[in-house]
């Protein structure tokens, strides 16, 4: 019986040692691939613990942070690999940066429309990540030997995300052409130095205003992100997805059904108008020449924005914000059901607030004309 016994301890023992061995290997390998770069060999080893990260999670929130979060550790990748004298390493970086940040926007466009307050939230930090992406290209084509520049610039992304839940589709092996598939496709391309619109119009040099991620570049119509461009009136056409950060339109913003603008640092020379849009957010930065006139809609935000005509929001199903603005008009509020938050205004004008449920909750405005109904006590 001790024999028994002593085999099974010795067994028991030797099980003990090999797992210790085999995971303990496993987590020095991790390990390594977690700090390694893109061309590196366990490189590939990461792209694929991240993928665990994401398919072990039901919640697209998460799902769209993880995509950030990696979108973000391909910045620092790229941004490493420069000090490094790396450059043919830099376009896998920067595809792989595309790639992810490709999926996080097909996520936030699967929220847009069920939880408009997080896919604001997203596109807001897809902006920030593209506004440093924009900073370490700059700087990379001023270091890159010349050979190695075009590669950076254009640099071909996934041309089908998964615009359902954001789940990696990359190993579809199937070989059947994919382009019917329904939903946009975002990101097919990466043209981060030069957009030509159908006017035949082009940007400034990299050095002075890089532009970022440009998609369906046709003139008058967003979907995508546009940077530092001059048009003339754009178009968010149903559906589609705008972001825009430091571009100047002559003329006015058209917001469609169904459709999502997120826009820092404009200048809008006329009026943002948006009709049953399912979010629209205009931030810190901005001037509007004319009024922001919002309609039976989800989720907006007006926030650190100089307004020279009205803010005008009336039967919209989503949470609204008109937080810290300059408003030379009115500020207008009717029918409105998700919950409205006014505070910290300075408005030439009238505030004027009626039939919204719940009532409009803030304070703190500055009101040269009159605070009406509702609004009287904010």
Excluded: W
């Amino acid at each position: 019986m001790s024999r028994i016994k002593h085999i099974t301890l010795s067994i028991f023992i030797a099980l003990v040692v090999l797992i210790s061995f085999l995971f303990g290997g496993i987590g020095i390998t991790a390990h390594a691939a977690s700090t390694s770069l893109p061309g590196d060999p366990l490189f590939p080893l990461k792209t694929k613990l991240e993928e665990t990260q994401i398919k072990i999670t039901d919640d697209s929130v998460v799902q769209a942070r993880l995509y950030l979060q990696f979108a973000g550790r391909r910045l620092s990748e790229m941004q490493t690999l420069i000090d490094q004298g790396r450059s043919p390493d830099i376009a896998l970086a920067t595809s792989e940066f595309a790639n992810n940040l490709q999926k996080a926007l097909s996520v936030s466009d699967g929220l847009s429309q069920t939880d408009p307050v997080h896919a604001s939230a997203l596109n807001s930090e897809i902006l920030v990540l593209l506004q440093d992406y924009n900073e370490i290209l700059a700087q990379s084509l001023v270091s890159i030997p010349s050979d190695i520049q075009p590669v950076v610039e254009r640099v071909d992304t996934p041309s089908q995300p998964s615009a359902s839940n954001g789940s990696d589709d990359d190993n579809n092996s199937s070989g059947e052409d994919s382009s019917n598939d329904s939903g946009p496709v975002i990101l097919p391309t990466m043209t981060p130095i030069i957009l030509v619109l159908s006017t035949g119009t082009s940007t400034s040099s990299p050095a002075s205003s890089p532009t970022g991620f440009v998609i369906e570049g046709d003139e008058g119509t967003c979907q995508g992100f546009l940077g530092a461009v001059t048009v003339e009136n754009l178009e968010v056409s149903q559906g589609a997805s705008c972001m825009l950060d430091g571009t100047r339109v002559q003329g006015n913003i058209f917001v469609k059904n169904g459709a999502s603008l997120t826009a820092q640092r404009v200048t809008v020379i006329g009026n943002i108008q948006a009709e049953g849009a399912s979010s629209v957010a205009v931030l810190a930065g901005s001037t509007v020449g004319g009024s922001i006139q919002l309609k039976q809609g989800g989720a907006a935000r007006v926030e650190n924005v100089i307004v020279n005509g009205d803010i005008q929001f009336e039967s919209n199903q989503g949470a609204f914000n008109a937080i810290g603005n300059q408003v030379g008009g009115n500020v207008q509020g009717f029918l409105n059901v998700g919950g409205v938050t006014i505070a910290d205004n300075t408005i030439n004008g009238n505030l004027q607030c009626k039939e919204n449920n719940p009532p409009p909750a803030g304070g703190n405005n500055t009101v040269q004309g009159n605070k009406e109904d509702q609004c009287a006590g904010l």
